[in-house]
């Protein structure tokens, strides 16, 4: 029996890794086929010119799209620069997302847009990524240039569409808070931990977070006023107590 069982064990593993490496090789051989098959196009300048710049890939992710020396290049989820499989004119694939795009434009609002091919439905045209300003700035970007009232507006957009969304995590707005904390970076991290309260205005632990950042600071009042506020939400937060009660005692 137990013989059986290893022999079933080691088969069904053998099996997995024939289905993947079969799999990967596919993969491989698509991507081979496919680069066999790009062409140098010649884009006009008009054409480039329309097709440039920034498409709304998500919710806080945008895809940049330029052309150096007639060629074709994206820019995505900070990467310096891809250079996707071209096909023809409108139409590219990109190895790193292993999609196949193509450009086209509203017939009635004359937007551009990325439209993706998905097999079996080649003819079907759907706008999938819509180009926006080159101004645009998504959130995180925001964030990144530390303008957080702008950071905070577009996540607050994203979580009146989505309030499941991965963009506007909890405990990611927490940890970034923390780091700026270690950097002694007091004003980033009040400003962070400010968002995170407009985001879960019900959580104690984002106002336990902000009392910590105004403590470091050197701010006892409004620590005071943030650990309170995070006792109203849970009763139980031990270091908001002890902060509290001491606040009292030396304000008497």
Not at 127 to 134: R, T
Request: proline residues 2%; hydrophobic residues 35%.
């Amino acid at each position: 029996m137990r013989r059986f069982f290893f022999a079933y064990i080691f088969t069904s593993n053998l099996n997995s890794i024939k289905m993947k490496t079969k799999a990967l090789l596919l993969s491989l051989f698509f991507i081979i086929i496919v680069s066999s098959c790009t062409k140098r196009i010649d884009y006009s300048p008009e054409f480039m010119e329309q097709t440039s710049g920034r498409y709304l890939f998500n919710q806080d992710a945008v895809i940049d799209v330029f052309y150096d020396d007639n060629k074709l290049f994206l820019k995505w989820k900070g990467t310096d620069k891809i250079e996707p499989i071209a096909l023809d004119e409108n139409t590219f694939f990109v190895a790193d997302l292993y999609k196949k795009f193509q450009f086209v434009q509203h017939p009635k609002t004359r937007a551009w847009y990325l439209s993706e091919i998905v097999d079996n439905h080649e003819n079907t045209i759907s706008y999938d990524y819509l180009k926006v300003e080159d101004s645009f700035k998504t959130p995180s970007m925001h964030l990144k240039d530390k303008a957080y009232d702008k950071a905070l507006l577009g996540y607050l957009q994203i979580q009146k569409q989505d309030s499941t969304s991965v963009f506007i995590n909890e405990g990611d707005f927490n940890r970034l808070g923390y780091d700026f904390l270690r950097e002694n970076q007091y004003q980033d991290a009040i400003h962070v931990f400010k968002m995170n309260v407009a985001l879960y205005p019900d959580s104690d632990n984002v106002y336990d977070s902000l009392a910590d950042a105004y403590l470091r600071s050197g701010d006892s009042l409004q620590a005071f006023v943030n650990y309170s506020k995070a006792l109203e939400y849970n009763s139980g937060n031990k270091r908001a107590k002890n902060y509290v009660e001491l606040y009292n005692k030396k304000n008497k």
